[in-house]
C-alpha cells in the first residue's frame, strides 16, 4: 500500500518544452528557469518528458540526468508527473524506478509504441510486468501510474475497456489517465471509471471535463499560457460569468496556434517572448518553424487576444 | 575515407528471433547458438535488432551487451549488419558507434518513429546529424548505413526521393538499404539508385530483384528456411530450371506463414522443430501464437513442402 492516499494534482499542469543549443545538446539551465517560471505563472505541476517535451528524441542517459537536475534545482518532486513512455519494458522500468524514489507523484506512461496492431490482451501483460518490476525495484507498491493515451501520435493506445481492466485489477497503482485525444466522448467515458484521475489533454474540454469531475488538465499550450489556463479552472467554480470570459480567451489562444503544429509553433513563439532565440530549436526530425509562420502566427494571436 | 571497399553480402541475411526465458530475459546462449546455426544453414549474414528480433521490446543495455555477447562467441562482425533504430538520436548514435568499432558489416537505420508525420527535410538533418556524431566518435568515416524501409510498422520511411539525396550527399556511408514494404515498384527505384545496394525484406521478391541487381535479401523466414532460400539464390544465376523448382517451394513455404504474422508463428515452429519451449516466449506487447494456431500452421506448411 502506498504511505497515505495522495490527492491529485489540481489545476493546469504543463508538459514543459525542452530548450536546446544550436549543436542540439539540452540546454539544461533554461529548462529549469523555464519550469520554475511555469509552477510560478499558476501550473499545479510539471508533466516533463512527454511528446511536447520532444522526449523521443532525447537518450535514455538525457531523460535520467534531466529528471535528476529537476530535482536537484529544486522543482518539488510531488509536483511532477514524469514521462516514462519507451518502446520497452526494461528502459521504462528504469525510468519510472528514478520517478518514484524521487518522490514524484506519479509516471505518465505510453503504451509500447513500435508494433502498429497489438492487443488489448499484450499491453495487459505489458503493464503488469511494468508494475512487478518498478514494485520490485523500489521496494514498495509506490508507483502511482498516469495512464497516456494519444493513439494519433503513438499510434496505439489504452482502449477506455483495457483502463478498466487495469484499474479494477491494480486500484493503487493505476491512478489516473492523460487523455490526448481530445475527443469528448472517450474521456467522458474514462471520467466514468472509478476513482480514476482524467486529464484531458487540452483546455478546451475544461468545462466538460470540471463538470464531470476531472481536476484539470495537462496542456502544452500551458507553456505560453499558464496564468490564464490556471486562472479559469480557478473561476470554474465560484463565478460562471468571470469563468465563460475567461475561458473564451483561453479557447480563442489554443485555436488559433492549434493549426501551425504544437512543439515548433510554441517554441517559435516563446523564442519570440523571451528574446531567447534557442527555444526555437528542435531536435531533428521535427522542423523550427519558418519566421514568416511564426510572424503570422503572432500577428493571429494578437488579433485575437 | 573506409579503408577499402567493401563489398556487400551475397545471398540470404537472416533478422535473428531472440529467445526469451518464461520470466522475459534473453536467453543469452540460445541466441548465440541459433545465430551459428543460421550461419551454418548458409546465410551469408545476420542482421540482429530489427523488427523480427523484438529489438523495439529490448533495452538500450541489453542491445549493446547483445552485439558483445555475439561478437565475444565468435559471430563474425563483418557478417552482421546491426539494426541501431530508437526513436532518439544519441542512443542510435551510441548502438552505430559500438557496433563500427566492432568492424561490423554496417548498421541498418531506421527513422526516429515516434512522430508520425515529419518531412523529408527533418529524416535529412536526422541522418546527416547522425554520420557527423558517429564519425566523431569512432575517429574516422568507416560507418556504412542501411536504410531500413519499413513505414507499415515504423508508421514513417525513407521515401526513394530520400534516399537519392542522402546517398548523393554521403556516398561512402549510405551504401544500402533494406525495403520491407513488399512493393516490387518500390524497390526497382531504389535499385535504380547508383551504387546502392538494395535487400528486399522478403524472398518472394528474389526473382526481380536479382535480376535487376540486388545481391540477395533479408528475410525473417530465413530463421526457419535459411537453406532452401540460400539455395535458390545460388542457383539462380547458373541454372534457372533448378532455381524455379527450388524458389517455388521457397515462395510456398512464405506464403503459408505470412498470414499467420511474423514473429510469434516463427517462434512456435521453431519450438516445434527444436523442442526447445523458449522459443515460443515473446516479450509483451507481443503474444505467443496459440497452441491451436501453432498446430494448423505446421499442418498447413506440411501440405505444401
Redesign the interface.
Known amino acids: 500500500m502506498p504511505d497515505r492516499p495522495v490527492a491529485p494534482l489540481h489545476g493546469v499542469l504543463a508538459p514543459p518544452l525542452t530548450p536546446f543549443e544550436a549543436d542540439?545538446r539540452v540546454a539544461e539551465a533554461l529548462l529549469i528557469a523555464h519550469a520554475r517560471h511555469l509552477l510560478d505563472a499558476g501550473c499545479a505541476g510539471l508533466v516533463p518528458f512527454g511528446?511536447t517535451s520532444e522526449a523521443?528524441?532525447?537518450?535514455?542517459?538525457?531523460r535520467v540526468d534531466l529528471l535528476d537536475r529537476l530535482v536537484e534545482s529544486g522543482v518539488p518532486p510531488e509536483r511532477m508527473i514524469v514521462g516514462v513512455g519507451?518502446?520497452?519494458?526494461?528502459?521504462t522500468v528504469?525510468l519510472a524506478a528514478q520517478a518514484t524514489r524521487h518522490g514524484c507523484a506519479g509516471v505518465l506512461l505510453l503504451?509500447?509504441?513500435?508494433?502498429?496492431s497489438?492487443?488489448d490482451?499484450?499491453?495487459y501483460?505489458?503493464a503488469e510486468?511494468f508494475i512487478a518490476q518498478v514494485d520490485a525495484l523500489v521496494g514498495a507498491p509506490r508507483l502511482r501510474i498516469y495512464l497516456y493515451h494519444i493513439p494519433?501520435?503513438?499510434?496505439?493506445g489504452w482502449s477506455a475497456n483495457l483502463v478498466r481492466r487495469l484499474r479494477a485489477a491494480s486500484p493503487d497503482h493505476i491512478v489516473g489517465i492523460k487523455d490526448s485525444t481530445g475527443d469528448w466522448a472517450n474521456t467522458q467515458a474514462l471520467l466514468g471509471i472509478d476513482g480514476l484521475t482524467v486529464y484531458p489533454g487540452t483546455e478546451l474540454l475544461l468545462p466538460e471535463a470540471l463538470a464531470h469531475g476531472a481536476p484539470g488538465c495537462i496542456s502544452a499550450t500551458a507553456n505560453l499560457n499558464a496564468h490564464a489556463i490556471a486562472e479559469s479552472i480557478r473561476l470554474h467554480d465560484d463565478d460562471r460569468n468571470a469563468f465563460d470570459a475567461c475561458f473564451d480567451a483561453v479557447a480563442r489562444f489554443r485555436r488559433t496556434i492549434q493549426p501551425y503544429g504544437a512543439i515548433p509553433a510554441q517554441k517559435a513563439l516563446l523564442a519570440r517572448q523571451t528574446g531567447d532565440a534557442r527555444w526555437r530549436h528542435v531536435?531533428?526530425?521535427?522542423?523550427p518553424l519558418s519566421d514568416d509562420a511564426t510572424e503570422a502566427l503572432a500577428n493571429e494571436l494578437a488579433a485575437v487576444s
Open positions: 542540439g511528446t523521443a528524441s532525447l537518450g535514455l542517459d538525457e519507451t518502446t520497452n519494458l526494461p528502459d528504469r503504451p509500447p509504441f513500435y508494433y502498429p497489438v492487443s490482451d499484450g499491453l501483460s505489458f510486468r494519433q501520435v503513438a499510434g496505439v531536435r531533428p526530425p521535427l522542423r
